[in-house]
């Protein structure tokens, strides 16, 4: 049995790039716009494996061209991109370059003064995917921070957001405020990680208040009307176009008893549990060394629901967080007072989407609600934005 929600969809995904007429070049690959900043200064870099010039990385390109590197500092995943989400970071010395990564996931979120006192600016690069609990944001809010308290310039070099076509979800209550949820936005937020950076400093959201010196290196020829394909896979279990589309409305099942494929060749892109009702589709989830080490349900059978069918048009044309999802496996599920854990509130951002669900409301009685908090957050929005928007 599949959905009615389902049925419609039937088209192949197919990895389109819609709207784009030229190439995008992000702001690591525009060198003549920051090298300047960076001559005869200590530099510090926040790094993963997608900061990248082309297809060389930016730590190595910036070497090559006599530019003093003394620090890496990598977020959740790590430097290469190679540790599963919420795995212990610890500081180590890269061995391709020999410098030393100073870890800001874990215990040390935040640079520490020490950190900083050898470092006379900090360029920052990460792709994001511009959904409020994706980590990256607020390892840029703690950069910032440790920055602004210091006084160390940061240099924001932007890319593009594949999920910046559409604002939905949510508003955060800053009662709820955790790392995966800092600031009072929706839960996709429709903002480059420089557009971010510069709401994050506008609107006073650092310590006490204070600003930091940021300069950001905008993107040419991206516009928030746009999707595309990443040239890398944003973290461990974001492999393709697809996850990334639909990692906003699978994300929140990571609260719940549902298995949303990590530990499978295509995670973030099914969901399931061992007594799913729709038994025409099923995986086991496996040990995925440097992904998912102990995923839900490892070695048991999940039934669910195959995602892979879905077409990247059906995202722009629809443009929202697909609740249908979440609420029927909800209400399938036979122990209810089990479904949700204690992780849901932070990723949701309140207990109000917990209550609504338990309540019976429709989804379209809840993104109902949710349409207030939207409104006011989009006035504040544009304030930050460089690029050409979707309305």
Sequence with gaps: MRFKFLIVITLLCIYTFPGLTQEILPGARQLEEYLPLLKEKRVAVVANHTTLVGTKHLVDTLISLGININKIFCPEHGFRGDVEAGAHIGNYVDRQTGLPVV????????????????????IFDLQDVGVRFYTYISTMHYVMEACAENGKPVVILDRPNPNGFYVDGPVLDTNYRSFVGMHPVPLVHGMTIGEYARMINGEGWLKNHIKCELIVIP????????????????????????????YPSLGLFEGTVVS????????????????????????????????????????????????????VNYFLDHRMIILDWLIY?????PEKDKFFNNFFK????????????????????????????????????KRYLLYPDFE
């Design 219 to 246: 993107c040419k020829g991206y516009s928030h009307s746009m999707t595309m394909a990443l040239p890398v896979k944003p973290s461990p279990n974001l492999p393709n176009h697809l996850s990334v589309l639909l």
């Design 260 to 311: 949303v494929g990590r530990g499978t060749d295509y995670p973030f892109q099914v969901f399931g549990y061992p007594d799913f009702p729709n038994k025409d589709f099923k995986y086991i989830p496996v040990e995925k060394r440097g992904a998912s080490l102990n995923p839900p349900y490892k070695g048991k059978p999940v039934y669910g629901i195959d995602l892979r069918d879905y077409n």
């Design 103 to 122: 870890s800001l996931y874990g215990r040390n979120k935040k640079p520490k003064a020490d950190d900083l006192q050898d470092v006379d600016i900090v």
């Design 329 to 333: 496996s909800y209400n399938s599920y």
């Design 346 to 381: 932070l990723l949701a951002g309140s207990e109000q989407l917990r209550s609504q669900i338990e309540q019976g409301l429709s989804a379209a009685e809840i993104r109902k609600s949710w349409q207030p908090g939207l409104e006011k957050f989009k006035q504040i929005r």
